[in-house]
């Protein structure tokens, strides 16, 4: 039995103050979306009881499918880097970012590359020759016991208005290839990717320009489950690819308050065991109860892949 925490989109509140010149951007309307809209709904009280209730299940590992932060900024960057160092050990928590990590564009090494030792390969299937330029080391892949952890990167600075991502035909053809060696190795495939896989799950302005291009991958290569975030919302959809069923996986955001028209925030725990050639996996859906200011069992639920 490993067992999974999943969170998502926790979009770590309140936004710090911005320089002028840093406002110079498409960060000018991410900052007047926060001001208008989403400061009402992301709660820094939710965000660090949600990090108190996994830490109390105690899982064997956490994946967290990025928009940790709102525009990109360097305050932001380091506030959320004390955030993941709070919250445990690189080895015991893997991320992967969002499009909201990738708002602008900022050095990797100002920026996303100090989050790195969270996206980081213990299983070297790739060459890095064989990786983004722009998004180094992704894939990235992390054995634990029969299960294997896929970080897809998605987050890459879009146009304006736009919340898209893209997988990019590099980190496409390595995912191909990692998703065929896993299961030959016969590990349970856990991809971590922030925006949903499949077209149908987004509108194109917030959704993967090569959504139709990752849905081939999947049925073709495969994989047992596919967890990701960006929608703020329970989601569950089912692929049939040529190693069996995949199961699709999303969460609200890990900080979202009670009233909004969303629901409130939740973290998914995957309890997984191989069974009679299958994975199957025990999911305990803990939902922020507003009533009572903490997290609960809200519903249990069984995912049979492969
Ligand atoms: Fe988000
Ligand atoms: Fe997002």
């Known amino acids: ?3 999974l925490a999943h969170l998502s989109d926790v979009h770590l509140a309140p936004l710090p103050r911005p320089d002028l010149s840093a406002l110079l951007s498409k960060r000018a309307i991410g900052f007047l979306s926060w001001h208008l809209r989403r400061k009402k709904i992301h709660s820094a009280t939710i965000a660090r009881q949600i990090v108190a209730d996994i830490k109390a299940e105690a899982p064997d590992h956490i994946a967290c499918t990025g928009d940790l932060l709102h525009i990109a900024l ?3 960057f380091t506030r959320a ?3 993941l160092e709070d919250f445990g050990p690189a080895d ?3 991320f992967v970012p969002g499009n909201h990590d990738a708002y602008v564009r900022v050095a990797w090494a100002e920026g996303l590359g100090r989050w790195s030792a969270y996206m980081t390969s213990d299983l ?3 060459s890095p020759d064989a990786m983004p330029a722009d998004r180094p080391g992704f894939p990235y892949v992390r054995q634990r016991r029969n299960v294997a952890l896929i970080g897809v990167s998605t987050g890459v600075p879009a146009a304006l208005h736009r919340a898209s991502g893209t997988v990019g035909k590099v980190q496409m053809a390595a995912l191909a290839k990692v998703l065929e060696l896993l299961h030959a190795r016969g590990f349970c495939r856990i991809v971590m990717i922030h925006h949903p896989p499949l077209a149908s799950q987004c509108v194109p302005r917030r959704g993967l320009d090569d959504a139709p291009q990752l849905e081939d991958v999947l049925r073709r290569h ?3 489950f596919v967890l990701h975030g960006h929608n703020h ?4 959809e089912e692929l049939q690819t040529r190693t069996g069923l995949a199961h699709i996986v999303g969460v609200p955001s890990a900080s979202a308050a009670p009233g909004g028209h969303k629901p409130p925030a939740a973290w998914y725990c995957y ?3 191989r069974q009679s050639g299958s994975w199957h996996a025990g999911v305990t859906v803990r939902s922020y109860d507003g009533s009572h200011n903490r997290f609960r069992p809200e519903r249990e639920f069984s995912l049979i892949a492969g």
């Not at 919302?233 to 569950?236: P, Q, V």
């Open 1 to 3: 039995m490993f067992s």
């Open 74 to 76: 360097r305050q932001e």
């Open 81 to 83: 880097t004390q955030w």
């Open 92 to 94: 015991q928590i893997s």
């Open 124 to 126: 070297n299937l790739v």
């Open 222 to 224: 495969g994989a047992e």
């Open 233 to 236: 919302t329970h989601m569950h």
């Open 271 to 273: 309890k997984i065991k």
